[in-house]
C-alpha cells in the first residue's frame, strides 16, 4: 500500500481523528508497519500486553476460549479500528486473542510510543477510552452487536453445481432488499489486498464466486471471507479436496452455511443431504432451484434480517400456536427459522417441513383431539405413560424424516437429567428428537441416547429463545403459553390444612397427578422467563387461563385465542418492525 493511501486510512482511523492532522505525523512516526496473513495470530488471549494495532486494511477476528475449551468468535475488527488497547490501558494481559480473518495491514504503537503520544496529544486518549465504555455497556446488557459478514464465499462443492448463475441470482435477491452488493469472480485474482479492502468498504455485501476445486483464488476467497456458502446438490457426495481445503483454513474457523439446491421433485420427496455431518456446519438451508421466496430467506439469513420463531411447550395450551402462525402468516411475515420446546417443538416442526394453515391444523388435531396421546398407561417404574402412542404418532405425521433435511433451519431442546444440561437437537430423526422434548419427567419415560437421559426440554427452558438468539441471524419473535402461574389455585390459601380443605370443598377440582407432572414439566420459572424475554423483539402471550394444559379439547378455542391476540400485537406499534424483513 502506498504511502498517501497509508496516511489516508491512518486519518480516518480511530485515533487518527482524535488527534488531528498537526498530531498524524507524529503518530505515524510512532507506528511499525505490519503485515499479517491470512489465518495467522497477531497475538493470543492471556499474553502480556505491550502494544495497539490500527487496522489499515483486512480484518480480525475477535476469539474468547469457552468453558468447553473451544475458541468463540464474539467480533471483528475492520479498517480504521483499534485492537489491542485495553491491555496497555488496564496493565493486564489480553482478553482474547486476534486472528487475522484475511490478509491484513496494521500499524504497531508500542507501549513507550503509546505514552509518548499521549504526553504530547492526551486527547488520543479519549476515543479509546470512549471505545471502552461502549464495549463495557455492551458486556453488561448482553447487547453485543450481531456481526453481520461483509464478505461471503460461495463454495460449489462439484462441478455439477450452477455455481456461477446461483451466485447471480443471490446477488439480486440481496440487491432487492437495498443492499449494496458486488459479485467477485477470479477475474480479480491479481488485485492487490488494498483493492479488496477498498472494494468491501464500499460496499455492503461482496459475494466471492470460488473455483469448484482447491486453487490459489478459491483459497483466496476463502480467507478474504466473513462467511463461507456451501453449495451442494442432494445426496451428491463433495469433493474430498475441498473437505480438506476446508478443514485447513487457520487458527479461525469461518462460520459455514450449507445451502442444498432442490429440483422440485426432490423438494416434495424430502430427498436427504448425505454427508453434511463431516462439516461444522451453523445451517442448512435447502433452496428450490429458480424459487423466489427461497432465495428472499437465503439473503435475510446472510444480512441479519431473518426472523427467528420460537415457540414454548404448554400442552394442549400449545394450541394457541397454531394461531398465532396463522396471524403471522397473513400479515406476510416470513418465518425463516423454526425452534421449540415441547409441544412447541412440534408446531415448529409443521411450520419448518412447511405444512400451511390447513395442514398444520389438520395433523395436529389428528394427533392430540381425535383420542388422548397419553392414556396409555403404564406400572408406574419410570412413568405413568408407556409413551407408545406419542412416538407412533410423531412418527406417522413427520415419518424418519431428519432435522436437516427439513425444509427450513428448526432446533428443539431436551433435558439431560444425567448430566443436568440442555440439549439442543439439530440432526438426526425428527420424531425421535421431539419424542425426547415431550418426555415430561413421571408422566412419559426418557429417551436414552448413549449416555444421556433426555427429558422435557421444559425442566430446563421452556422457551429458548437464547438458542434462536445464538445464531445471530436477525429479530426474535416468540410465543409464551405457560407463562401465568398454573397452579396458582392451590397456593390462594394461607397454608396448612385450612387451606387445602377449603380447595377441597370449593367447585375447583384439585389436578390430578398426570396435570401436576404436565404442568411441572412445561411451566418455567418466573425467573428464567424474564431472562428470555429480554432477548426478544416482540413476544406474544396468549391469554390461556381458562384452558387446562391437558384439555385436548380445547383445539379450537386455544386457535382462536392466539389468533386474535397475534393480530392485535402485529397492529400494534411495537411490530412496525416487521415490515422491513
Not at 411450520?351 to 400451511?356: F, I, S
Not at 430423526?429 to 413421571?442: D, T
Not at 444421556?452 to 445471530?472: E, I, Q, S, Y
Not at 397452579?487 to 397427578?513: D, E, F, H, K, N
Amino acid at each position: 500500500m502506498g504511502a498517501d493511501a497509508v496516511q489516508e486510512q491512518l486519518a480516518a482511523s480511530l485515533i487518527g481523528a482524535a488527534v488531528g492532522d498537526a498530531a498524524l505525523a507524529e503518530l505515524r512516526s510512532e507506528c511499525a508497519w505490519l503485515s499479517l496473513p491470512g489465518g495467522s495470530a497477531l497475538f493470543c488471549e492471556g499474553e502480556e500486553g505491550d502494544a495497539l494495532y490500527i487496522v489499515i486494511a483486512g480484518a480480525l477476528a475477535v476469539t474468547v476460549r469457552t468453558e468447553d475449551g473451544r475458541e468463540s468468535l464474539v467480533a471483528q475488527v475492520r479498517p480504521g479500528e483499534v485492537v489491542g488497547e485495553m491491555a496497555l490501558i488496564s496493565h493486564e494481559t489480553r482478553s482474547a486473542t486476534i486472528t487475522a480473518l484475511r490478509d491484513s495491514e496494521l500499524l504497531r504503537l508500542d507501549k513507550d510510543g503509546f505514552e509518548r503520544l499521549l504526553e504530547r496529544v492526551p486527547r488520543a486518549m479519549m476515543p479509546l477510552v470512549a471505545q471502552l465504555a461502549q464495549r463495557l455497556r455492551q458486556t453488561i446488557h448482553h447487547k453485543l452487536p450481531t456481526p453481520i459478514p461483509r464478505t461471503v464465499a460461495i463454495l460449489p462443492m462439484s462441478r455439477a453445481v450452477p455455481g456461477a448463475a446461483f451466485a447471480r441470482e443471490l446477488a439480486t435477491a440481496i440487491g432487492e432488499r437495498g443492499r449494496r452488493v458486488e459479485l467477485v469472480d477470479r477475474a480479480a485474482e491479481a488485485q492487490a489486498t488494498e483493492w479488496f479492502t477498498a472494494l468491501e468498504t464500499a460496499r455492503d455485501l461482496v459475494l466471492y464466486l470460488t473455483d469448484p476445486e482447491v486453487s490459489p483464488w478459491s483459497r483466496l476467497c476463502l480467507r478474504q471471507a466473513d462467511r463461507i456458502l456451501l453449495l451442494a446438490h442432494a445426496g451428491e457426495p463433495a469433493e474430498p479436496a475441498l473437505l480438506q481445503m476446508l478443514s485447513a483454513l487457520g487458527a479461525v474457523k469461518r462460520p459455514m452455511d450449507l445451502v442444498v439446491l432442490d429440483e422440485e421433485a426432490a423438494w416434495r420427496e424430502a430427498q436427504p443431504i448425505g454427508w453434511d455431518d463431516r462439516l461444522a456446519v451453523d445451517l442448512i438451508c435447502r433452496l428450490r432451484r429458480g424459487h423466489h421466496g427461497d432465495l428472499a430467506r437465503l439473503a435475510r439469513l446472510l444480512t441479519g434480517r431473518a426472523i427467528g420463531l420460537v415457540l414454548s411447550g404448554g400442552g394442549a395450551r400449545g394450541f394457541a400456536h397454531i394461531g398465532v402462525i396463522r396471524a403471522l402468516r397473513q400479515m406476510q411475515v416470513p418465518l425463516d427459522l423454526l425452534g421449540g420446546c415441547s409441544m412447541g417443538a412440534i408446531i415448529a416442526a409443521g411450520v419448518a417441513a412447511e405444512w400451511d394453515d390447513r395442514e398444520l391444523a389438520a395433523n395436529m388435531r389428528k394427533a392430540f383431539v381425535a383420542s388422548n396421546p397419553v392414556n396409555d398407561y403404564a406400572l408406574p417404574l419410570l412413568a405413568l405413560v408407556r409413551g407408545g402412542k406419542v412416538a407412533s404418532r410423531l412418527v406417522e405425521h413427520f415419518g424418519e424424516v431428519a432435522i436437516e433435511d427439513l425444509r427450513r433451519p428448526y432446533f428443539c431442546v431436551s433435558s439431560d437429567l444425567r448430566s443436568g444440561e440442555l440439549v439442543v437437537h439439530r440432526r438426526g430423526k425428527l420424531w425421535r428428537a421431539l419424542r425426547a422434548s415431550v418426555a415430561i419427567p413421571g408422566l412419559l419415560p426418557p429417551v436414552i441416547e448413549g449416555d444421556a437421559v433426555l427429558a422435557d426440554g421444559g425442566v430446563m427452558n421452556n422457551l429458548p429463545v437464547d438458542v434462536m438468539r445464538g445464531l445471530k441471524r436477525g429479530p426474535v419473535l416468540g410465543v409464551d403459553v405457560a407463562s401465568d402461574r398454573a397452579l396458582g389455585a392451590l397456593a390462594t390459601g394461607r397454608g396448612g390444612r385450612g387451606s387445602l380443605w377449603a380447595l377441597l370443598r370449593s367447585a375447583r377440582r384439585v389436578p390430578p397427578i398426570v396435570d401436576i407432572l404436565v404442568r411441572a414439566g412445561t411451566v418455567s420459572s418466573d425467573a428464567q422467563s424474564r431472562m428470555q424475554r429480554q432477548h426478544l423483539e416482540l413476544l406474544f402471550e396468549p391469554p390461556l387461563e381458562k384452558i387446562d394444559i391437558l384439555d385436548w379439547h380445547a383445539f379450537d378455542r386455544a386457535i382462536d385465542i392466539g389468533y386474535r391476540h397475534a393480530m392485535t400485537v402485529l397492529e400494534g406499534p411495537g411490530a412496525a418492525f416487521l415490515k422491513q424483513a
